[in-house]
Nanobody, 113 residues
Framework: QVQLVESGGGLVQPGGSLRLSCAASGIIFKLYAMAWYRQAPGKQRELVAAITSSAITNYADSVSGRFTISRDNGKNAVYLQMNSLKPEDTAVYYC???????WGQGTQVTVSS
């Protein structure tokens, strides 16, 4: 069965950085586009970044230039490098197969001084 397990969340000060990881199993990972979503309290879940099987990326306007999505097919993993973090980036971040309804359990990111 498909499993997606996120890690790397935590508390960070504004301007700081975090790197989220998502380990995938139960799929031929290299064939699938992957995505990161986030959901802040009281808000709808939103797409943050996505990466195709051929490593083409796209980003939400709110994170473009600050976040970088990448993948390592040898490790069945997708990453989200988050720099210049802002308080409004505070949310639970989820890993997802981009075109199928499989989600990880989420990892909390809190940006606060």
């Amino acid at each position: 069965q498909v499993q997606l397990v996120e890690s790397g969340g935590g508390l960070v000060q504004p301007g700081g950085s975090l790197r989220l990881s998502c380990a995938a199993s139960g799929i031929i990972f290299k064939l699938y586009a992957m995505a990161w979503y986030r959901q802040a309290p009281g808000k709808q879940r939103e797409l943050v970044a996505a990466i195709t099987s051929s490593a083409i990326t796209n980003y939400a306007d709110s994170v473009s230039g600050r976040f970088t999505i990448s993948r390592d097919n040898g490790k069945n993993a997708v990453y989200l490098q988050m720099n210049s973090l802002k308080p409004e980036d505070t949310a639970v971040y989820y890993c997802k197969l981009a075109r199928l309804d499989y989600w990880g359990q989420g990892t909390q990111v809190t940006v606060s001084s």
